[in-house]
């Protein structure tokens, strides 16, 4: 082995993609995952061309192309399915791919890409001490000490609760089910049905699969709602009542967000979700995680921990705020009354699908 010595904390997108940018840099990390046995899990994830450009560099964007689809228009539409903006993707990214797939084959792409890798199932981090050399503890009572730790450990991440202290997420306003349904092969396009309060999201993920994202606004997901959350959309235009009817077992969620980002402390550091969920409307999630993981990778193979760790946050910050501040624009314009907003979009489209993406049209 070469380099520090690494541990990587969860095998989800962020914890994987960093794994596999590491190996290309000769450095081996642990990976521990505290999921025991992995199961086809997850509905689907639209990953704009940011995000297929840096799998690209993980050389896995053709075998996701390849599981997934090709999303060529973004639009919105009014609940009863009438027209009020779109734009083909090429005019939102000048150059690169829009993809959609299902979350697990992706899960599953990066696992057969990091199969040589230390991963080790069903360990939980329990506990991180130390500062040059970190010692971390697992519930199964084995330990490590490591040069450096990555907390890619997701939205209620450990690694930021032991390191940061009371750094919690919190919630955006929103409440969403998710669900892909099969048997809709014309479902292609990016397409987003807004209601008052409400909206809709439908995007093919290949073969005849339609990834679906219902959401209403909320601070907490209580039973009943769960129960009957589906008659708050039977009122949209077709093909939502059809969709429904296949979305039995929905995966409920609430939407949280960690802003402003948590970046790193000692010899700790964070990626992905752990160090800045965000709301979901830009579909960032995936591509700020692996461009996370390719910076960090990259600057922590020719430069000392520390100065790496440094140069990490003066690199990924502006990038992960501009993302979190969109993320909040688009969401206080779900509350404008409905015609203001309707005729806001229309009168300017570039401002809704171009102008929150620009600057990651550049590399991160
Ligand atoms: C409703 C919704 C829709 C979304 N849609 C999209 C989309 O269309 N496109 C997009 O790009 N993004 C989307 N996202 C965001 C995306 O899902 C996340 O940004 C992405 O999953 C982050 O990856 P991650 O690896 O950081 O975290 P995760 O995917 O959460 O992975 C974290 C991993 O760490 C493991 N773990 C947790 N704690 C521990 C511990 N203590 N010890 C060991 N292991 C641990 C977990 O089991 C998990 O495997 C969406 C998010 C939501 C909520």
């Given at each position: 082995m070469t380099g520090p010595r690494v541990l990587i904390v969860g095998a989800g997108i962020a914890g994987l993609a960093a794994g596999r940018a590491l190996a290309r840099h000769g450095i081996v990390a642990d990976i521990v995952e505290r999921v025991g046995e992995w199961r086809a899990e997850g509905t689907g994830m639209y990953l704009p061309a940011n995000a297929v450009r840096a799998l690209d560099e993980l050389g896995l964007a053709d075998a996701v192309e390849e599981r997934g689809a090709r999303v060529r228009r973004q639009r919105v539409v009014d609940?009863?399915?009438?027209?009020i903006a779109g734009m083909d993707v090429d005019d939102i990214w000048g150059s690169g791919r829009c993809l959609a797939v299902h979350r697990a084959d992706l899960h599953r792409i990066l696992l057969d890409a990091t199969r040589d890798l230390p991963v080790r199932l069903g360990a939980v981090l329990t506990g991180l001490a130390g500062d040059d050399q970190v010692k971390a503890t697992f519930s199964d009572g084995s330990a490590g000490v490591y040069d450096l730790v990555i907390g890619?450990?997701?939205?209620?991440?450990s690694v930021r609760g032991l390191?940061?202290?009371?750094r919690a997420a919190r919630p955006v306003g929103q409440v969403c089910w998710r669900f892909v349904a099969e048997g809709f092969p014309g479902i292609r396009d990016w397409t987003l049905y807004t209601g008052p309060g409400r909206a809709f999201l439908t995007v093919g993920i290949g073969g005849d699969r339609v990834y679906c994202y219902a959401d209403l606004m909320g601070e907490s997901l209580d039973p009943s709602l769960n129960e009957n959350w589906r008659a708050r959309f039977r009122?949209?235009?077709?093909p939502i009542p059809a969709l429904l009817d296949q979305g039995g077992d929905a995966l409920p969620g609430l939407i949280e967000e960690v802003s402003p980002p948590v970046w790193s402390a000692g010899r700790v550091v964070l990626i992905g979700d752990a160090a800045h969920a965000s709301s979901p409307n830009l579909a960032q999630g995936a591509a700020m995680a692996v461009e996370d993981a390719l910076v960090l990778a990259d600057l922590i193979s020719n430069r000392p921990v520390d100065e790496a760790l440094t140069a990490y946050r003066e690199r990924r910050s502006p990038r992960v705020s501009w993302v979190q501040d969109q993320t909040h624009h688009r969401d206080k314009l779900r509350k404008l009354h409905p015609a203001v907003r309707k005729l806001s979009l229309r009168l300017a489209a570039s401002k809704f699908f171009v102008a929150p993406y620009r600057p990651l049209r550049e590399r991160p």
């Open positions: 609940h009863r399915g009438r027209s890619a450990d997701g939205v209620h991440s390191v940061f202290g009371a009122d949209f235009a077709d």
